[in-house]
């Protein structure tokens, strides 16, 4: 199972470290199939707090059908987050996604380009919750049921409120992939409580 981890510019590095790390505790400790690609639109993205990370591919050498499961880690505006995450490449990507029924999973603000390219219409998400709410009432405008809640899941899609929640978020990914059993064997081995 194949894991595309989206890093628009201005990705949170927390937020992006816990797919990489629950997903690799998986596939290292436990031998599961669980492989993350990253992808960027350069080899070389700079995240939140100007920390570079070089890419594995690049958005145009994605084919929707070589993976399983799309990660999108949040970011910061100051950062020019939302110059590429509300890209159109990006939002035809997360639709490619969405229509192949493929689990979408998102952290924080990373709900927002979900709701920009419409597969969240009419349908059950979050995302930043704090500073008066004010990025859910954004997600609102993309005609999302907004709820706020830590983590909500409606069908493939993943969506969570904050920084805070990004652990949980990889461990659902890896319960979606895999099974709530080999889920729980990873998250106990990290040293998280069941």
Excluded at 21 to 36: H, P
Excluded at 100 to 106: G, N
Excluded at 124 to 132: E, F, G, I, P, R
């Amino acid at each position: 199972m194949k894991t595309l981890l989206f890093l628009a510019k201005g990705v949170e590095t927390m937020e992006l470290s816990v797919f990489v790390d629950v997903l690799g505790w998986a596939r290292n400790d436990y031998g599961y199939n669980t492989e993350v690609v990253t992808c960027g639109f350069n080899k070389e993205v700079v995240s939140t707090f100007n920390i570079p990370i070089r890419v594995d591919k690049v958005i145009d050498e994605i084919n929707v059908d070589d993976y399983d499961a799309l990660a999108i880690p949040g970011g910061f505006e100051e950062f020019g987050f939302y110059e590429e995450a509300y890209d159109e490449k990006f939002l035809k990507l997360i639709r490619q996604f969405d229509s192949k029924s493929k689990i979408i999973a998102s952290i924080c603000v990373g709900a927002l380009p979900v709701g920009k390219s419409g597969v969240l219409k009419n349908r059950k998400a979050t995302t930043y919750h704090l500073k008066d709410g004010c990025r859910q009432k954004q997600l609102n405008t993309f005609g999302v049921n907004v709820i706020n809640e830590p983590i909500v899941v409606d069908r493939n899609i993943i969506t969570s409120y904050c920084p805070e929640t990004a652990p949980e978020v990889a461990f659902k990914l890896l319960e979606m992939l895999t099974s709530k059993e080999k889920m729980e064997a990873v998250k106990v081995a990290m040293g998280f409580k069941l």
